[in-house]
T-cell receptor
Framework: NAGVTQTPKFQVLKTGQSMTLQCAQD?????MSWYRQDPGMGLRLIHY???????DQGEVPNGYNVSRSTTEDFPLRLLSAAPSQTSVYFC???????????FGEGSRLTVL | KNEVEQSPQNLTAQEGEFITINCSYS?????LHWLQQHPGGGIVSLFM???GKKKHGRLIATINIQEKHSSLHITASHPRDSAVYIC??????????FGEGTQLTVNP
């Protein structure tokens, strides 16, 4: 098992550019989610999914899109990057109601 | 006021000390998670609790649903326990809300 694979690990964008953060898991987990982590604010939920074809908004969804066409993949799209989206992003997956969450290694995004 | 409050924000201990980190929350929850974030940034899941107490090695987590409070205890602390410990509450629909974390430093 590779666990949760997040790519890229680092990315620099200019304001207005678009990009996709990839997240894949090979553990057949129903639950997948994206978080951003900013200094002094802790982790905040962006979007999450409880199964293929199902997505829902978290605490800070504006400026981000997601889709869940397969169980394995949950990409996060920034359609028009803004400096306020400079952050470290984490993807996580897990089996619903069993507790353990598995996190990716994180992606550091800088928007200039 | 945040839905999830952790205390203390920072904690420095000497090797061998017993450590307690607290988490209070203000909403109804289906479960509470404790996570550990290593100095390199990686995050691992330690516990999920919906009631009572769980133990794994030197780590113990407790939750009091009526008082909306959870504690994470580390017995016989070691420098390798130095990390950020994060409390997160799970509400309906599997939504997670996180505390800001407690930075623990254990000195040899």
């Amino acid at each position: 098992n590779a666990g949760v694979t997040q790519t890229p690990k680092f990315q620099v964008l200019k304001t207005g550019q678009s990009m996709t953060l990839q997240c894949a898991q090979d553990m057949n987990h129903e639950y997948m989610s994206w978080y951003r982590q900013d200094p002094g604010m802790g982790l905040r939920l962006i979007h999450y999914s409880v199964g293929a074809g199902i997505t829902d908004q978290g605490e800070v969804p504006n400026g981000y899109n997601v889709s869940r066409s397969t169980t394995e993949d949950f990409p996060l799209r920034l359609l028009s990057a803004a400096p306020s989206q400079t952050s470290v992003y984490f993807c996580a997956s897990g089996l619903i109601n069993t507790g353990e969450l598995f996190f990716g290694e994180g992606s550091r995004l800088t928007v200039l | 006021k945040n839905e999830v409050e952790q205390s203390p924000q920072n904690l420095t201990a000497q090797e061998g000390e017993f450590i307690t980190i607290n988490c209070s929350y203000s909403v109804g929850i289906s479960a509470l998670h404790w996570l550990q974030q290593h100095p390199g940034g990686g995050i691992v899941s330690l516990f999920m609790l919906s009631s009572g107490k769980k133990k794994h090695g030197r780590l113990i987590a407790t939750i009091n649903i009526q008082e909306k409070h959870s504690s994470l205890h580390i017995t016989a602390s070691h420098p390798r326990d130095s990390a950020v410990y994060i409390c997160a509450v799970e509400t309906s629909g599997s939504r997670l809300t996180f505390g800001e974390g407690t930075q623990l430093t254990v000195n040899p």
